[in-house]
């Protein structure tokens, strides 16, 4: 699976991994010592908490040493005529004009304009130009946006 990431969000994903393997592993091992002095482990709520600690803690390094070794960075699109990963846009809703950057699924925080590509309203906007409408289904009923402008 291809994992669409900007510069800084890939090296973000490569410090907490970093930090994972490092740190979390010691915290770990540290936490698997102290539950086996408590003595027998079949009955040692410790140590199978550490255990499962343990196991999250690899399940996230696994996960995100896959992302970065199928992460595409997202570079800030050179193509100003038409709606790519990585463009800014400037659209309008209505009487109001809101400004949108179209990223990977993994760095998109709607509540600071950084739309995902894959959402309803991203996958509306790709492939679209400067003065084009799109109309997207919302559970408020349909939405219409004016591309005004592409960064």
């Known amino acids: 699976m291809v994992h669409h990431l900007t510069k800084e969000g890939f090296e973000e994903l490569k410090r907490e991994l970093e930090t994972l393997k490092k740190e979390g592993r010691a915290e770990i091992a540290e936490q698997l010592r102290r539950a086996k002095e408590y003595g027998d482990l079949s009955e040692n709520s ?13 399940s996230r390094i ?32 209505g009487a109001k004009n809101f400004k949108y950057t179209i990223v990977g699924s ?22 679209k130009r400067a003065g084009d409408t799109v109309e997207i289904e919302t559970p408020n009923g349909k939405a219409k946006y004016k591309i005004l402008k592409i960064e």
């Open 62 to 93: 696994f996960e995100l040493e896959e992302i970065i070794r199928n992460a595409v960075l997202i570079r800030k699109s050179q193509q100003k005529d038409v709606v790519n990963v990585g463009s800014t846009i400037e659209v309008q809703r």
């Open 46 to 58: 410790e140590y199978a908490d550490a255990k499962e600690a343990q196991s999250k803690l690899e």
């Open 106 to 127: 993994r760095e998109a925080k709607p509540e600071a304009n950084l739309i995902s590509n894959e959402s309803p309203l991203g996958q509306a906007f790709l492939g």
